[in-house]
């Protein structure tokens, strides 16, 4: 039995799409993982069901366990789920009088192909936009106008703000109002006013600002984002406060943190008011695992890649650091907010495979099982073949072991009807059909890592490849060899990353000043921007409870070349406050970093360097919690050998025999060669030929390319 | 072959496209090939004939074909590896001198086996006005440099001499070298990726994939023509520049397996360089066939064989030396794009099988604007009105056009913040806005147009100028489907401020005659913005589908609250009475009547 | 081939005669120019609608052609004076 009465415990609950994951990490050193399904739109059950599945093994009831936790960190998927099922507060827009329709028209066709496949682009009769949260008819034009320089060109006009208020609360029955002026990231006296309004005319509207929300240049991404938060806002609110109620009846009476989609931690009371900050913090969540499994094994290099049922997803971390999404969109919406960029790709174990009849070109997706009716061998009612079908058709799963056996696989139906579907019309056996749709799947995920690392101008042959999800670990090894990425891991912690990673995540704020001057800039007049950034920083750190000495700031500057369009967040390396030496340095970094993204011969010097955004990262450090590292053994896993039948084998250029390996009998320091297949209780690693895999300390696997 | 290696080579052959587009934008960093998405990557077979189209500016792909195929004719014999030429002459196949084509033969082992080519809009090309397009130049002789085909680049060493040639002709010689040194980052890029391709998959594996999918495409292509019914369909596009007004007419016949574009009976080559050569017309009717009609197949070869074009020589659509074309690409280009697009609407229209894939005519004018002057810090200021990209969608058979949508042509495109213009031009906008009645109505309204306002401000020198090429303001283009009415045209007002000394406006709510002064039209040529003047731009709307009587009221209502179609047209055109914000019924079943009977009143034709 | 049912959306095809789609009046052979069995009303594009249309030029005009049975507007056409009507016809099966 767990848990002493002196153990006290941090627990940490993920929303994900499907399942809701727990991590609990005991002050005894003890690690606990729990998981639930999801429940939306009630995911507050979800959240409790998690954490019994996790407290349950360790002999507590959830009173007892919340009684003696001392944090709660807390990630959701209310944000998106509010959006993506229209689920929000009715809305309306103030905005400029003259630009009413700037969040309908998305910059012309921008918001008409965002989001959109490559195939259906190619097919522009078939596209429209997402209508808009806020509709055409809620939107109202104020007379008023600032310069680019936010000087007053026309002054507020209150008393159509007035009227216009009463418009939208009594006729377009609204409960959320966005304001979003033009430039009024520069000077956001009128929108402040507005506000003002508001609350006195309408004081139980929700209200957001977009200088507030979003102080940046483009107005269209802003007003966008302005709408997405007031119209998620109230849910939001609500969301986190029954929460936080149904842990107090409970019995736990500490803090409740939020992830962040940036990678950091809010209060629960400050998450409430930027429902746009929530929007995909479960994926950053797993990138902040991934960095901190990275961190812990000497690899500052990562690519993280995610496959379950429906998506595959890839986080890049280089160097420890991680990138923000240049463009980020919920749902199809656009929004300006610091988020970790992890690109989504419909591709997953559900990824339907079909013969295009007309070419007898074989496809895998784009369309998905999903989890219901999901692959045919579940035996749920799914009558196409998909990529989980075919692991089981070339060897790589077993009938038998899958999710410990709970569910027992039908592969006789999964090779009927593969045959009928896919082998068939291919004139192919069903085993080279499905070695081929394999391959195919294998290459495609090389393809897409390959474009996502060169977009960010990076070399893939210098990352360690970390393979999270349940259908990844079949692929990775293969994928991974075929990038030529130094290795590959399959975590401990696979099954629950995004659970994992907001325990390794610090509380983060994040601020901004958007200021164009040229590079040449003194440092005195850098610091100036930073030091009432700080300023706030710093009160707002110490009201949370954060001691000084806890207390990191971290500076970056947006920079680009005068007449070019890309710019580049570079971090200020230097000690700030900046010295004369520092500044320069912080052009010569942003020099490199261009160069080395773009390309060689990218940068147009001449035409001068300028900043654009000043940006602060005010962290408050979190105490890590150590993950237990045991003793590595001997290298013989012959212990953990459980059989050996035939699967797919690359080098031998079709099916040929393999051991099979159970995970929970390795221990740290065993070593086995390939073509292998691991069995662990929520995937499977495939371990293709001249591949070696290794337990190390923290049981996880780590497959090596033999040297040729 | 193994159709699984195939898949694998089909799909990386797309990635390769993406990559290269990807390395263009990055290494270029410029407005125009990163926001309006003017550009094109593809890949082309070792006899130049396309292999792989990627989504960029369309009517390229053909265009760069045939850049490669007289690279080839020119330096037979003596093409390397590593070497990159560079053409941009209209008479042999680039659209404009602006678009310059890089074109790279790939090696492997040795052996030529592939060609890339791409193109950027440059930044400057020498022509006697700024940005490319030339509305005052009388001849190809005036529109900057132009070149059948120069070896740039010779075994991966760049030929200083040539480009140091070519950049002493341009204006922003440093801007042009970026756009240059993208293309080449591009093409090495492409090379690489295909070079490695090879590698593990054998160079006779990938070309026999390549000729596969190219034989598959034309299959593909010949299948959904015979399922179309066999017939002939019309249209025809009026441009007009400074009073004169030149027609394209496209008589478009498919018979079986075959499609068949005829110019015959367009206008004579006009003295404006709204002309285009036979290669920028063949590349424009296939800018709006690729997405209209092989949505689902291939962009290569082999969707170009089943189609033929017939232009005659010496007019509009294949002008001969030395009539100007600098405006090509959206004139007679465009008017090109408009009745193909308007043709092939109609045939899929005739389909029951394709009639949801029929769409009335997209963003038919763009309007090329370039500002130039210098901005409020002190430095100079170039660039498009990007507006001109956020085109209005045609409606289709079962729903509205795309309001500010886009254009068929270029599938991706936006256009820039207000505030990203006025940080850097000395301008600031009255209005930015949709269009009211700009889309045309219909059953199914086209997507609505927009317009904006201009005022100097805070510009050192009073105001800036600006290149106009805007033909095409008297004569809608965006041409209806089954009964709907045209798109409204482009408008382009010169507002003069009174001579009273009244200050320079701050708002127009009420749009253009909100705004005080006289207004003039203008079109083409170079103009001032100055002092407390404005400029105003509207532009046109999508085409509509079917008779607007029988659009549901309801849509007419939200129309009219939403601003896009004004009470009087509510009335007039759509036969829709509105009381009180709500559709009256009885009122509009009335308006309807009368509507159709006034019809009836009219005399038959002939 | 399947598709000879219609001409466009407003013109079907009945025992190869062009109709109205909505009425089914008779618009002669589908493989003659059906516009000559419809009426055509040719108006100033200056009054065809809302104020954009006006763009301050005489002779644009925009061509209705209207079913005689049901007065269902069913093509429109962009034209200056005196040029031709645009026919689309259907080839004549077999």
Redesign the interface.
């Given at each position: 039995m767990a848990g002493t009465g002196e153990t006290s415990y941090l627990v940490a609950t993920d929303v994900g799409g499907t399942c809701t994951d727990t991590v609990i990490f005991g002050t005894d050193g003890v690690i606990h993982i729990g998981k639930a399904l999801s429940t939306p739109p009630d995911f507050a059950t979800g959240v409790l069901n998690s954490i019994v599945s996790a407290a349950d093994p360790m002999g507590l009831t959830l009173e007892e366990l919340l009684g003696r936790t001392h944090l709660f960190i807390h990630g959701s998927t209310v944000v998106d789920n509010a959006v993506l099922t229209r689920d929000g507060t009715p809305t309306g827009l103030l905005t400029t009088q003259g630009f009413e329709d700037t969040l309908h028209v998305t910059r012309g066709a921008y918001g008409r192909w965002s989001g959109l496949t490559e195939e259906r682009i190619k097919n522009p009769v078939q596209t429209d936009r997402a209508p808009a949260l806020a509709p055409r008819d809620a939107v109202v034009g104020i007379p008023e106008r600032m310069d680019c320089d936010g000087a007053v060109v026309l002054p507020l006009d209150e008393a159509a703000v007035e009227q216009a208020v009463r418009f939208l609360v009594n006729e377009k029955q609204v409960g959320a109002i966005a304001v979003s002026f033009l430039w009024s990231f520069l000077n956001a006296d009128h929108e402040r006013r507005v506000r003002d309004i508001i609350n006195r005319v309408a004081p139980g509207a929700y209200v957001t600002l977009s200088s507030d929300i979003a102080p940046n240049l483009g107005e269209y991404e802003r007003t966008s984002t302005a709408v997405i938060n007031a119209y998620a806002g109230q849910i939001t609110n609500d969301y986190l406060t029954s929460l936080q109620g149904l842990l107090a009846e409970k019995g736990y009476d500490g803090a409740t943190m939020v992830m962040q989609g940036y990678g950091g931690l809010l209060p629960a009371a400050e998450a409430a008011d930027r429902a746009v900050g929530m929007i995909e913090c479960g994926p950053a969540a797993g990138v902040i695992g991934a960095k901190f499994l990275g961190d812990l094994m000497g690899d500052p290099d990562v690519i993280a890649a995610d496959m379950g049922g429906t998506t595959f997803k890839v986080g890049v971390i280089q160097d420890g650091k991680l990138e923000y999404a240049r463009e980020p969109m919920v749902d199809r919406f656009h929004y300006l907010a610091p988020k970790i960029e992890v690109v989504s790709i419909g591709a997953g174990g559900g990824s339907i495979i079909s013969v295009d009849p007309r070419t007898k070109v074989p496809h895998v997706g784009p369309r998905s099982a999903g989890a219901r009716p999901g692959p045919i061998c579940y035996g749920q009612g799914g009558e196409e073949p998909t990529l989980t079908d075919v692991m089981l058709l070339i060897g790589y799963m077993d009938p038998g072991q899958f999710l410990n056996g709970s569910i027992t696989l039908d592969r006789e139906k999964a090779e009927r009807i593969f045959k009928e579907k896919i082998a068939d019309p291919l004139g192919m056996t069903t085993q080279e059909a499905a070695i081929g749709i394999y391959r195919i799947a294998s290459a495609q995920i090389t393809d897409l890592i390959r474009e996502i690392t060169v977009e960010r101008g990076l070399d893939p042959r210098d990352f360690v490849l970390h393979s999270f999800g349940g259908s990844c670990g079949m692929l990775a090894a293969a994928f991974g060899q075929e990038l030529s990425v130094r290795r590959v891991v399959i975590p401990y912690t696979a099954s629950v990353n995004c659970a994992f990673g907001l325990v390794s995540a610090d509380v983060a704020h994040e601020y901004s000043v958007t200021q164009n001057l040229p590079a040449t800039t003194s440092a005195a007049q850098i610091n100036a921007i930073f030091a009432p950034m700080e300023e706030r920083a710093r009160a707002q750190l110490a009201a949370e409870g954060i001691e000084p000495d806890r207390m990191r700031m971290e500076w970056s500057v947006d920079l680009r070349y005068s007449r070019q369009v890309h710019e580049v967040t570079t971090e200020v390396a230097a000690n700030t406050p900046l010295d004369d030496a520092g500044a320069a340095r912080l052009v010569d970094d942003f020099e490199a970093l261009y160069e080395r993204k773009y390309g060689r011969g990218s940068a147009y010097r001449e035409a001068g360097i300028e900043m654009t955004m000043f940006r602060l990262t005010a962290r408050g450090l979190m105490p890590r919690p150590t993950l237990p590292a045991e003793e590595e053994g001997s290298a013989d896993a012959s212990a953990a050998l459980i059989g050996n039948r035939e699967i797919y084998v690359e080098t031998k250029g079709g099916m040929a025999p393999g051991d099979i390996y159970d995970f929970n009998r390795l221990q740290p320091g065993n070593s086995l060669k390939g073509p292998a297949v691991i069995h662990t209780p929520i995937t499977t690693i495939a371990l293709p030929d001249r591949m070696t895999a290794r337990m190390d300390r923290w049981r996880n696997i780590v497959v090596e390319f033999d040297a040729d | 072959m193994?159709?699984?290696t195939?898949?694998?080579i089909?799909?990386?052959l797309?990635?390769i496209v993406?990559?290269a587009v990807?390395?263009l934008k990055?290494?270029?960093?410029?407005?125009i090939t990163?926001?309006g998405h003017d550009l094109m990557v593809s890949l082309y077979r070792a006899d130049g004939t396309l292999l792989m189209g990627g989504?960029g500016f369309l009517h390229h792909l053909t265009s760069a074909a045939e850049a490669c195929k007289s690279i080839i004719r020119r330096f037979e014999g003596d093409i390397h590896e590593g070497d990159i030429f560079l053409l941009n002459d209209p008479y042999t196949a680039a659209l404009h001198t602006s678009d310059i084509y890089l074109v790279s033969p790939i090696h492997h082992e040795g052996r030529l086996v592939a060609w890339s080519a791409c193109f950027v809009h440059v930044y400057d090309i020498g022509a006697v006005n700024p940005g490319g397009f030339a509305p005052q130049a009388p001849d190809i002789y005036t529109e900057g440099f132009s070149s059948p085909g120069i070896r740039l680049v010779a075994g991966g060493e760049m030929r200083q001499d040539v480009l140091d040639t070519i950049l002493n002709m341009v204006r922003s010689p440093?801007?042009v070298?970026?756009d240059l040194?993208?293309m080449i980052?591009c093409n090495n890029?492409a090379r690489d990726r295909m070079q490695s391709l090879m590698t593990k998959y054998g160079a006779k594996e990938v070309d026999g994939a390549c000729a596969e999918l190219v034989n598959?495409s034309e299959?593909?292509f010949r299948?959904r023509l015979?399922?179309?019914?066999?017939?002939?369909?019309?249209?025809?596009q009026?441009l007009d520049v400074n009073g004169d007004?030149a027609?394209v007419n496209l008589t478009m016949t498919k018979?079986d397996d075959r499609l068949i574009f005829d110019f015959s009976g367009s206008d004579p080559q006009s003295p404006y360089s709204i002309n285009c050569t036979k290669w920028a017309s063949l590349g424009g009717l296939f800018a709006p066939l690729?997405?209209?009609l092989c949505?689902?197949i291939t962009w290569n070869e082999g969707v170009l064989r089943p189609v033929e074009m017939i232009a005659p020589e010496g007019s509009i659509v294949n002008c001969t030396r030395p009539a100007p074309v600098s405006v090509a690409t959206v004139g007679a280009i465009q008017s090109v794009n408009n009745a193909a697009c308007s043709t092939i609407g109609?045939m899929l229209?005739?389909?029951?099988?394709?009639?949801?894939?029929?769409?009335a005519v997209?963003h038919a004018n763009h309007f090329a604007i370039f500002k130039f002057g210098r901005n409020?810090k002190g430095?100079d200021s170039i660039g498009i009105l990007t507006?001109t990209?956020?085109?209005a969608?045609g409606a289709?058979?079962f729903?509205d056009g795309?309001?500010?949508?886009?254009?068929?042509p270029n599938?991706?495109?936006?256009?820039?913040?207000?505030?990203?213009v006025?940080?850097a031009f000395p301008v600031?906008?009255?209005?930015?806005?949709?269009?009211?009645?700009?889309g045309g109505?219909g059953e199914y309204r086209g997507g609505t147009g927009?317009e904006l306002a201009l005022v100097p401000?805070?510009a050192p020198d009073g105001g800036i100028n600006y290149v106009i090429s805007g033909k095409g303001?008297?004569?809608?283009?965006s041409?209806?489907?089954?009964?709907?009415?045209?798109g409204?045209?482009n408008?382009y007002v010169w507002v003069k401020a009174p001579e009273d000394g009244a200050n320079t406006p701050?708002?127009?709510?009420g749009g253009l005659d909100a705004i005080s002064g006289t207004q003039e039209?203008v079109s083409w040529g170079v103009y001032p913005l100055m002092g407390r003047d404005a400029l105003y731009v509207?532009w046109n709307?999508g085409g509509g589908?079917?008779?607007?009587?029988?659009r549901d009221p309801e849509a007419v209502r939200r129309d009219v609250?939403?601003?896009l179609?004004?009470l009087?047209?509510a009335g007039?055109?759509y036969g829709v009475a509105l009381r009180d914000g709500a559709v009256d019924e009885t009122e509009t079943m009335a308006k309807r009547k009368s509507?159709?009977?006034a019809?009836?009143q009219?005399?038959?034709?002939? | 081939m399947s598709g000879q049912d219609r001409i466009s959306a407003s013109v079907a095809v009945k025992e190869g005669q062009a109709v109205c789609a909505a009425c089914g009046h008779d618009l002669g052979p589908a493989t003659k120019p059906w516009k000559d069995h419809a009426h055509r009303r040719e108006i100033p594009l200056a009054l065809a609608g809302g104020q954009a249309y006006d763009t301050g030029h005489e002779g644009v005009l925009l061509r209705h052609f209207y079913c005689p049975g049901c007065a269902a507007l069913l093509d429109t056409e962009t034209a200056m004076a005196g040029d031709p009507a645009l026919d689309d016809i259907l080839a004549a099966r077999g």
């Open positions: - | 193994d159709p699984m195939f898949s694998i089909r799909h990386r797309f990635r993406d990559e990807i390395t990055h290494v270029s960093g410029s407005a990163n926001e989504v440093e801007m070298t970026l040194r993208s980052a890029v598959q299959d593909l299948a015979r399922e179309l019914p066999d017939g002939q369909w019309q249209s025809r009026y007004t027609r018979k690729f997405p209209l949505y689902d109609k229209g005739a389909s029951e099988k394709y009639r949801n894939q029929s769409t997209w409020q430095g507006e990209f956020a085109g969608g289709r058979s729903a795309v309001e500010i949508g886009g254009e068929i599938p991706i495109s936006r256009m820039a913040n207000v505030e990203t006025e940080a600031r906008y009255l209005f930015r806005r949709r269009a009211p009645d700009s109505p927009g401000h805070k303001s008297r004569h809608p283009m041409e209806g489907l089954a009964g709907g009415y045209p409204a045209p408008s701050v708002t127009a709510a039209r509207r709307g589908h079917g008779d607007p009587i029988v609250a939403a601003g179609v004004t009087q047209s007039d055109i509507i159709r009977s019809r009836l009219q005399e038959a034709s002939e | -």
